[in-house]
């Protein structure tokens, strides 16, 4: 089993910029594919980016060209870097794993097996 730690959070002004991590243990991130995603207060789990065991990347509509996610194998984390930071921003941000066979790039939260605690950014305008 692999577990995941994020970290990060924070509050910010919009238009700042603030990176998350995702710290994975036991099992090595090679072998997953990663993803964020994030909840805002009385909504439903949002995809936000993933980066899959192969290299390939996505994002959602509403953070791309500001979110930039990435993989660093020698320190086992994922990491999300966000700029341009705005209010509708704010949300707990997790970070997700999903094992077994890559098929095609993963957005329902449903198809990811281990999460992280998650960690609150909170953007003020």
């Known amino acids: 089993q692999v577990q995941l730690v994020e970290s990060g959070g924070g509050l910010v002004q919009a238009g700042s910029s603030l990176s998350l991590s995702c710290k994975a243990s036991?099992?090595?991130?090679?072998?997953?594919?990663m993803a964020w995603f994030r909840r805002a207060s009385g909504k439903e789990r949002e995809f936000v980016a993933t980066f899959t065991r192969t290299g390939r990347i996505f994002y959602s509509e509403s953070v791309k060209g500001r979110f930039t996610i990435s993989s660093n194998i020698t320190d086992n984390t994922v990491y999300l870097q966000m700029t341009g930071l705005k209010p509708e921003d704010t949300a707990v941000y997790s970070c997700a794993a999903r094992g077994g066979s890559f098929v095609y790039v993963r957005t329902r939260s449903s198809e990811y097996e281990y999460w992280g605690q998650g960690t609150q950014v909170t953007v003020s305008s």
């Open positions: 036991g099992r090595t991130i090679s072998e997953y594919d």
